[in-house]
């Protein structure tokens, strides 16, 4: 990636070009954003050829390359965005040798399925405040609590799960990741149905539901700096959504021809504006660190913008039924998942910029005096 132009190094170029000639001679055809298991069946055969050919566990440029080439054939392998994208590089970070020969493999083949059971409904934009609590039996740790806003709970077969297992800490330092087992009695799975109909989310009830403690992840009480590594994970994994924008580019051109307003000058510098972005997008995508957070924060807003394009090309009827109606009321999650904008711009002033943190006097309380 070349940063003064953005345009792509002659070794990314060359990776596009080998992922592209290997893709025509292996399209297993499309995959959608679901999570029905016909989609889910067809998006473990996608992955397993991927992970065989070494287009799987790829840096983030590489990983754009394979999202965009894959878009082009209408294949998105969001089933497994929380297990490639966000809990294998937790586990490469933070997990032991064990750790890591028993769960990234099966990974990155796609024959295991993960989910995330970070959020709670009284800890979302307050993550720290979680409380469901882990206690020590054993060998074993019992679970019990709720979980929301998990999407693919019901086709998983392992969480990455934050815990409360210290309530005589401060909120941020009792807590504990572990690599939870899904299937098993005591996980209660219950959908969410969406203003779009679909129902992606469920909520996870864990009823002295058991963990080894073999599958701590980092250490005992010291989960919130192992969460930080998934979160800028998740923020980048979201973003990489900006690789589908190319194709959805054109599908709005496609829009404005069949609606005759492809001539409006209004039309033609809104699709200008979108294509504009969609390549900066593209651009932030291929690099790391706080570019990240921008690329988060930044795909949201374009999302957004871009469905009310799509509505305003199709007038009041596009209001009614079709993909863009559908994308147009699920665009506004993209704001709130992974941490939503107001979050995001607190984690870039403090984090980035460095500028002064806002007070909270419940950093340093334990967590069971705190009101909930």
Same mark, same amino acid.
């Given at each position: ?50 992970? =065989? ?83 020590? =039996? ?134 200008? =504006? ?87 006097? =419940? ?10």
């Amino acid at each position: 990636m070349n940063e003064v132009d953005g345009e792509e190094t002659a070794e990314l170029q060359a990776f596009r070009e080998e992922f592209h000639t290997w893709l025509e001679g292996h399209n297993l055809g499309p995959v959608g954003a679901g999570f029905g298991r016909s989609d889910v069946e067809v998006a473990k055969a996608w992955q397993a050829q991927l992970y =065989d050919a070494g287009f799987s566990a790829l840096p983030p440029d590489k990983a754009a390359v394979v999202a965009e080439e894959l878009n082009t054939v209408d294949v998105f392998l969001g089933t497994f965005m929380v297990g490639v994208s966000m809990a294998a590089p937790t586990i490469v970070a933070h997990g032991t040798d064990a750790q890591k020969e028993r769960f990234l493999p099966p990974l990155y083949r796609g024959e295991e399925i993960w989910c995330q059971l970070f959020s709670e409904p009284g800890a979302g934009s307050d993550l720290a405040g979680l409380a469901c609590r882990a206690d020590r =039996d054993g060998d074993e740790w019992v679970i019990n609590g709720q979980k929301v806003w998990t999407s693919g709970a019901q086709n998983s077969d392992w969480g990455i799960l934050l815990t409360r297992t210290d309530w005589d800490q401060p909120k941020h330092r009792g807590i504990t990741y572990f690599l939870f087992p899904m299937r098993q009695a005591g996980v209660d799975i219950r959908p969410l149905k969406q203003i779009t109909g679909a129902a992606h989310f469920n909520e996870v009830f864990l009823t002295d539901a058991r963990v080894p403690h073999e599958n701590i992840l980092g250490e005992l009480n010291g989960g919130w700096a192992v969460a930080m590594t998934t979160l800028a994970n998740e923020r980048t994994a979201i973003g990489g959504g900006a690789g589908r924008g190319s194709s959805i580019f054109d599908d709005l051109v496609a829009l404005a021809r069949q609606h005759g307003r492809a001539g409006d000058p209004v039309i033609r510098q809104a699709l200008s =504006d979108v294509y504009t972005r969609t390549q900066l997008l593209r651009y932030l995508g291929q690099r790391g660190g706080a570019a990240a957070m921008v690329l988060k924060l930044s795909y949201a807003q374009h999302i957004k913008a871009l469905n009310e394009l799509a509505l305003a090309i199709e007038g009041p009827a596009g209001t009614l039924t079709g993909s863009w109606q559908d994308a147009f009321l699920g665009a506004p999650a993209i704001r709130i998942a992974g941490g939503s904008d107001e979050v995001q711009r607190n984690i870039l002033g403090e984090r980035v910029l460095g500028l002064p943190t806002e007070p909270r006097p =419940d950093k340093t309380a334990p967590f069971r005096d705190l009101p909930r």
